[in-house]
């Protein structure tokens, strides 16, 4: 039963989080400024973002639920505090500020942030681990992307 909670209220809070994202980004990838951009070659169809997404968060979810569980610390809950902003900001300064650059520094450290949680609590959640490689995996996609439109535009 603790799982189930833990896992329902991360479930709560990184679905709010995507909706909030969602809320700051404008017209978002729909919008004309985004339509006219050079984008890599390998952006994929715009279903696959919600797709991934959807997965992403709920493996999410259940990573952040057993590590809080194994380690509910203030170290972890920063760590998760931050990836919640920058998740969300990005969204904001990408699509909504039109700052490429600064949303590419967000992603890159959104990347960082995840692949700390990884690294340092690898040990700890052993197995369970490779819930969260979904969502590093999807990042260093999404970082090619951002790269690729500040490079190229």
Known sequence: MKFAKAFII???INFGALGIGSMLMAEGPKGQWYAQLEKAPWTPDGWVFGAAWTTIM???????????????????????IVQCIL????????????LIAVALLNIILLTIIVAAFLSIYQKDLKTKSALIL??????CIATSLNLYIQLYN
């Open 10 to 12: 991360f479930l709560v």
């Open 58 to 80: 709920i493996c999410f979810s259940m990573y952040m639920a057993f590590l809080y569980i194994k380690r509910p610390t203030r170290k972890v809950i920063t760590l998760y």
């Open 87 to 98: 998740n969300m900001s990005w969204n904001f300064v990408f699509f909504n500020q039109k």
């Open 134 to 139: 979904p969502y590093l995996i999807w990042l």
